[in-house]
C-alpha cells in the first residue's frame, strides 16, 4: 500500500485503494510529494510552547496566539483522523547572484507569489478527496493556518526536520512548499521519517547571523528571513552588515545542505522561475523605485510582503554593504523622506560608504532630525566618518 508518494517513485498500481486514489489525485493538482499521518500527540507541540517562552517568534505575535490549537489539529477538525501533507518543488535550476551591487531575494520568492496557486490546488485536492470519500470533511491549509506543517510532514514520512528547521527529502533536498489537510478519515499512513543529518553542521556554520541557535532550533529574531520579511521595524545594528546584499529573505542554510545536491527542476515549478531582473536586480535601481513602481513591479510576488518601507529599508541595508558610493547621493535624499525607518537605515548606509556628501548630509540631518532614534542612527554613522570611517570598497 501506497504510504508516501512522489513523482520520483511512483508506479502504477494495479488495484486501487483510496490512499492511492487521493496520492494520484494530488500529483494531478500540481504536487510533487504526499504523505499521510495519523492524529496524535506531536513532539513539536510541546517544543513550539518552549520556542515562543523563549521569545523566539520575535513580533510575529499571530505565532504566538493559541499554540494549543497549532500544536492539535483536533482542535480545529474535531473529528480529525489524518493530517495529508502535500510538498510543491519550487526549485527552478536557477543560480543565486553573487555580485554585491545586485540584492539577493531568496529562491522561493524570485516568481509568482506560491500561497494563492498552491492554496488553490490544495482546495481542488480537497475537493477531490470528497468525490473520492464521500462525506469526509476537514480543513486545508497553506503556510498561514494553525498547522505546524513540517512537523506533521515529518511524522508522515515525507521527509525529515533538519537541522536548519526546514523540511529534508534525501532524494530531492528542500526546495519545496507544503501545505497540509486535516480529514476526519483514515488514510494509509506513512513510516516517521528518519534524520539524515548525521554529524553534518553545514547550515549551523554558514548561518551569518548565528540564527540556529542549537541543533534544530532557529532563533527567528537572528534569521535573516524574519529581519527581512516579518520585521517591520529596524534592523538590529548587529545583524546589518551579515545581511550583506540579501533584500528578502534568505537561502544561506539550505545551500550549503549536501542534500540539496540533489535538487531537480519542480515539475510544476515554472511560476517560480526568476521574473525578469529578480535574479541580479540592482540595488540603485530598486532603491530609486516610488510607491507605484514597487507595487508593479512585485505585484502578485512574495517580495510585497515586506512592504515598501519595509523593502527600502532592507535595499538601504544592502546599499551599505555594496561599497557601491554610486549610492551615496539617493541615500543622502534619502534622509529627507517620510519614513523614520529608511531614514535610519539610510544614515547607517551612509556611515559605511562615506565620503564628504554622506558627512555634510548627515550633519545637516542631524540639526533638524526630531526622530529621536534616527537622531541617533545619524551620530553614530557621523561618529564612524568622523573617526575616519571605514573606507569605501568600491566606486
Ligand atoms: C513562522 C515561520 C517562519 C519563521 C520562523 C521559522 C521557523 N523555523 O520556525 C521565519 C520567518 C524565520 C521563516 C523563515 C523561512 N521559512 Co518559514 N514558516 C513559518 C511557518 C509559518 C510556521 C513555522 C513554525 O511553526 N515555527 C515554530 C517553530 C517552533 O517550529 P519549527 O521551526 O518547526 O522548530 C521546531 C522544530 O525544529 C523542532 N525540532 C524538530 N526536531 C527536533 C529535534 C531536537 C533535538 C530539537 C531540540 C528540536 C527539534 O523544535 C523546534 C523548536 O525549537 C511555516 C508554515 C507552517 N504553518 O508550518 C513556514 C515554513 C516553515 N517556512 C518555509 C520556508 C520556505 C521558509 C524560508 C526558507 C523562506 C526564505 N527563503 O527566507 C525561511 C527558512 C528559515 C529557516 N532556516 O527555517 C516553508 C518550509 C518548507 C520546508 N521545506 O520545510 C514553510 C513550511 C512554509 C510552507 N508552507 O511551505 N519561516
Ligand atoms: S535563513 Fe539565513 S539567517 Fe535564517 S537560519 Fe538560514 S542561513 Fe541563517
Ligand atoms: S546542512 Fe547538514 S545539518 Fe543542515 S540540514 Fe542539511 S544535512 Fe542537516
Request: proline letters at 6%; one cysteine or more; glycine letters at 8%.
Amino acid at each position: 500500500m501506497a504510504a508516501e508518494c512522489s513523482r520520483l517513485d511512483f508506479r502504477p498500481m494495479a488495484t486501487s485503494t483510496l490512499t492511492e486514489q487521493v496520492f494520484a489525485a494530488a500529483r494531478e493538482e500540481g504536487f510533487d510529494h504526499c504523505a499521510a499521518a495519523p492524529i496524535g500527540s506531536l513532539a513539536a507541540a510541546v517544543r513550539l510552547r518552549e520556542w515562543l517562552a523563549g521569545q523566539m517568534h520575535g513580533s510575529m505575535a499571530w505565532l504566538a496566539r493559541d499554540p494549543e490549537r497549532r500544536g492539535d489539529p483536533a482542535q480545529v477538525v474535531p473529528a480529525a483522523r489524518t493530517v495529508l501533507v502535500v510538498a510543491r518543488n519550487y526549485f527552478t535550476g536557477h543560480a543565486a547572484t553573487e555580485d554585491p551591487r545586485a540584492g539577493r531575494i531568496s529562491r522561493y520568492a524570485w516568481g509568482d507569489e506560491y500561497h494563492d496557486s498552491t492554496q488553490k490546488a490544495v482546495r481542488r485536492l480537497y475537493d477531490r478527496i470528497g468525490d473520492l470519500a464521500p462525506g469526509a470533511a476537514g480543513r486545508y491549509y497553506v503556510d498561514t493556518g494553525p498547522v505546524m506543517e513540517k512537523a506533521w510532514a515529518e511524522v508522515a514520512g515525507l521527509g525529515w526536520i533538519g537541522k536548519h528547521t526546514n523540511v529534508v527529502r534525501s532524494g530531492d533536498g528542500s526546495w519545496f512548499f507544503l501545505g497540509a489537510i486535516v480529514l476526519d478519515i483514515e488514510l494509509a499512513y506513512g513510516e516517521p521519517a528518519r534524520d539524515h543529518c548525521g554529524t553534518c553542521t553545514a547550515c549551523i556554520d554558514v548561518c551569518p547571523t548565528g540564527a540556529i541557535v542549537a541543533p534544530y532550533v532557529l532563533d527567528a529574531r537572528r534569521c535573516i528571513s524574519y529581519l527581512t520579511i516579518e520585521n517591520r521595524g529596524p534592523i538590529p545594528i548587529e545583524f546589518r552588515a551579515p545581511i550583506g546584499n540579501r533584500i528578502f529573505g534568505c537561502d544561506d542554510c539550505q545551500d550549503v545542505c549536501p542534500w540539496n545536491r540533489f535538487a531537480v527542476p519542480g515539475a510544476s515549478a515554472a511560476p517560480f522561475a526568476p521574473r525578469p531582473g529578480n535574479q541580479t536586480p540592482s540595488l540603485l535601481e530598486l532603491f530609486q523605485l516610488d510607491l507605484d513602481e514597487f507595487r508593479l513591479r512585485f505585484r502578485r510576488s512574495p517580495v510585497k510582503r515586506a512592504k515598501f518601507e519595509g523593502f527600502r529599508r532592507n535595499v538601504a541595508v544592502a546599499l551599505g554593504n555594496s561599497g557601491d558610493v554610486r549610492a551615496v547621493r539617493p541615500l543622502c535624499e534619502a534622509l529627507t523622506e517620510d519614513s523614520a525607518l529608511v531614514r535610519g537605515h539610510s544614515a547607517w548606509a551612509l556611515g559605511l560608504l562615506g565620503g564628504d556628501e554622506a558627512i555634510r548630509a548627515l550633519r545637516a540631518t542631524l540639526q533638524r532630525e526630531q526622530d529621536a532614534w534616527v537622531h541617533a542612527e545619524v551620530s553614530a554613522a557621523l561618529e564612524i566618518l568622523e573617526r575616519g570611517g571605514l573606507s569605501p570598497v568600491a566606486s
